[in-house]
């Protein structure tokens, strides 16, 4: 079951915090365990610690009748979770993207990553969201490494009605981009949509190369796409990404196969950029809006 993991977790730990008053020292060793817990779960140790420290900081000495007491380490838990999202800025892409129409100017946004985290997929479904919106747009293989990539994305962009910009494998990607950019330009393209080649975040020559792309096209957003399942890595894949690029927004992808849940409270806490999508399937339409009362919400809700 989704989230699976994580949302035992606060289930037992609401449990053992609600049957008796505690001690301070009682409440140190189930907020120990507690952040061990949080660990298994894809939360980064640097989060776990302070939503525990934020949640004692909330339990601690309260008074509460022991009839209150299972909702009140409740919301203190919801509470201390949803301040994680709270310290960062939401963005609504649509009205980014109207904004810069209105002044006859093409939108561009760069998707990065490591490989197979989804991003000429998510390319194809931000395309789809954003041609419903009413938005032309073209798409830009910016992939010029992997063999097939630029067969993939002319797939998508043929099933989606799009035009790609295109050069040979092995081409500049900052080169492919400037052409997109030239191309929309001149046909007066609302929204430029660069796909990129997957690349490890400690390999320095292909990071080098995306921060050409960025220097390049200077894009108007730029997207780190990360993969739910890859855990703990997926949040030191980011912070190094964010170092290089400085990218404006995450899309979390593959969240329908995420039993942890854990992903997307780290990539916040770390990047402190928000989540601006969740993908949850292979299809163009398997993307949501993120919400954190919605992810907190179901962390809580019943079997
Ligand atoms: N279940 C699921 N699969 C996804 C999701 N997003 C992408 N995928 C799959 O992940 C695989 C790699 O995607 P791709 O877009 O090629 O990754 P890229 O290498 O980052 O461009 C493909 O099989 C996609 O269908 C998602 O949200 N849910
Ligand atoms: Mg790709």
């Not at 041609?131 to 910016?142: E, H, Y």
């Not at 063999?147 to 099933?159: F, R, T």
């Amino acid at each position: 079951m989704l989230f699976e993991k994580l949302r035992s977790t606060f289930s037992s730990l609401v449990s053992t915090l609600s049957t008796r008053e505690l001690s301070e020292k009682e409440l140190e060793s189930i907020l120990n365990n507690m952040i061990l817990s949080l660990l298994e779960c894809d939360v980064a140790y640097e989060v776990a610690e302070e939503i525990v420290r934020n949640l004692k900081g909330r339990v601690l000495g309260k008074k509460v009748p022991s009839s209150e007491m299972k909702r009140f380490v409740q919301e203190s838990l919801k509470q201390s979770i949803l301040e994680v999202f709270n310290e960062v800025p939401k963005v609504n892409i649509i009205e980014r993207v109207e904004y810069k129409r209105n002044k006859g100017e093409p939108f561009v946004i760069l998707f990065l990553g490591i490989n197979g985290t989804g991003k000429t997929t998510t390319l194809a479904k931000i395309a789809n969201l954003l041609k419903k919106n009413g938005f032309s747009l073209i798409a830009v293989c910016g992939d010029t490494h992997r063999a097939g990539a630029i067969e993939q994305l002319k797939h998508h962009a043929s099933k989606l009605g799009i035009k790609v910009i295109e050069q040979k494998y092995g081409a500049d990607p900052a080169a492919v981009a400037r052409d997109g950019i030239t191309y929309a330009k001149a046909h007066k393209i609302d929204v430029v949509l660069i796909d990129s080649a997957g690349r490890i975040q400690t390999d320095r020559n292909l990071m080098e190369e995306i921060l050409k792309v960025v220097r390049v096209v200077n894009p108007d957003f730029k997207i780190f796409v990360g993969d739910s399942l890859a855990g703990n890595d997926a949040v030191s894949q980011s912070k190094e990404f964010l170092k290089y690029t400085n990218f404006d927004g995450v899309i979390l992808t593959k969240t329908d196969a995420d039993t942890k849940g854990g992903s997307a409270i780290s990539i916040t806490y770390v990047t402190k950029k928000p989540i601006i999508f969740i993908g949850n399937g292979q299809g163009y339409d398997d993307l949501e809006e993120f919400s954190p009362e919605k992810l907190v919400q179901s962390l809580f809700s019943l079997h």
